[in-house]
């Protein structure tokens, strides 16, 4: 069993930057991926990005490439995503979520999310 949860979300204007943390409680942090996904107002929820537990792999939306970068810190149990140069399209409802195995990008392959923390980005 694997629980999550999220924080970090919040307003900011456009070009800025915010960093969105996700707490993980696991009987083991081995073998597990951990993603973001984000989902807009009357949008389908879309990948943001996701790290293996040892971060030696990423993956990353096209969207995101550049801005975004998400690690993982083994010691705190933690993933987080840095989000600079944020854009009003940006804003959404962020999810954390884990999954055993390799690093994927469908929402559906994973099994365990977090309840989201809101992100606005105003222009």
């Known amino acids: 069993q694997v629980q999550l949860a999220e924080s970090g979300g919040g307003l900011v204007q456009a070009g800025g930057s915010l960093r969105l943390s996700c707490a993980v409680a696991?009987?083991?942090?081995?073998?597990?991926?951990m993603g973001w996904f984000r989902q807009a107002p009357g949008k389908e929820r879309e990948f943001v990005a996701a790290i293996s537990s040892n971060g030696g792999t990423t993956i990353y939306a096209d969207s995101v490439k550049g801005r975004f970068t998400i690690s993982v810190d083994n010691a705190k149990n933690m993933v987080s995503l840095q989000m600079n140069s944020l854009k009003p399209e940006d804003t959404g409802v962020y999810y954390c979520?884990?999954?055993?195995?390799?690093?994927?990008?469908?929402?559906?392959?994973?099994?365990?999310w977090g309840q989201g923390t809101q992100v606005t980005v105003s222009s």
């Open positions: 696991a009987q083991t942090f081995n073998n597990i991926a």
């Open positions: 979520a884990a999954r055993t195995g390799w690093v994927l990008k469908r929402d559906n392959l994973y099994n365990y």
